[in-house]
């Protein structure tokens, strides 16, 4: 039991490339979400999904998009990298709604010049 | 709209003591979660403990407690009998809806940064 994977670890892209950054669980989880970390703040929430084929815009969405194929993945794309998405971003997934124990993928760390 | 306040960036604690960490929180809303986060050097983002709002009793797990003042909007937690592995950054954070689908958000505070001390 894997738990949530994320990749890759770090990254570098150059403005305007594009990228999708892989978050997949084994846990059999219902609720998966993308969340973003910059320095000195909490995580802010980008996407989320309820389920399979069913996908939501959360705090911050604006140059990324998402789909759920599968209940086990949960890929993030950047469309066009822009230096303000550099960040720390976390995959996290729950069985049926974040109320519950929500378990976090190690993180991406993404650096856009 | 809902925050999340931690007013102290960072603390130090001596080993086996206690110390509370402190957090408020604004919002109009009677039902909601909160939770405490702990994030070591590692960066893995960890449950702590959590709290939901319409119960009165404080949430315990092991050496971690809250004191849950609902009328005041304060969640504090408190680490009994520090531990050299409980140095990580801790955040308060509150549940809320995004939108009418069922969707929910986790609104952080900014963190505190622990350290135990031997």
């Known amino acids: 039991n894997a738990g949530v994977t994320q990749t890759p670890k770090f990254q570098v892209l150059k403005t305007g490339q594009s990228m999708t950054l892989q978050c997949a669980q084994d846990m059999n989880h219902e609720y998966m979400s993308w969340y973003r970390q910059d320095p000195g703040m909490g995580l802010r929430l980008i996407h989320y999904?309820?389920?399979?084929?069913?996908?939501d815009q959360g705090e911050v969405p604006n140059g990324y998009n998402v789909s759920r194929s599968t209940t086990e993945d949960f890929p993030l794309r950047l469309l066009s990298a822009a230096p303000s998405q550099t960040s720390v971003y976390f995959c996290?997934?729950?069985?049926?709604?974040?109320?519950?124990?929500?378990?976090f993928g190690p993180g991406t760390r993404l650096l856009v010049l | 709209a809902q925050t999340v306040t931690q007013s102290q960036p960072e603390m130090s604690v001596q080993e086996a003591e206690t110390v509370t960490l402190s957090c408020t929180y604004d919002t109009s809303e009677n039902n909601y979660y909160l939770f405490w986060y702990k994030q070591p050097p590692s960066r893995q983002m960890i449950l702590v403990i959590r709290?939901?709002?319409?119960?009165?009793q404080n949430a315990t797990e092991n050496r971690f407690s809250v004191n849950f003042q609902k009328a005041a909007k304060s969640f504090s937690l408190k680490i009994s009998d520090s531990q050299l592995g409980d140095t990580a950054m801790y955040f308060c954070?509150?549940?809320?809806?995004?939108?009418?689908?069922?969707?929910?958000?986790?609104?952080f505070g900014k963190g505190t940064s622990l350290l135990v001390t031997p």
């Open positions: 709290q939901e709002a319409y119960k009165q």
């Open positions: 996290a997934s729950s069985y049926s709604s974040p109320v519950g124990t929500q378990y």
């Open positions: 999904s309820v389920g399979a084929g069913i996908t």
């Open positions: 954070a509150f549940m809320k809806h995004v939108n009418s689908n069922s969707g929910y958000a986790l609104n």
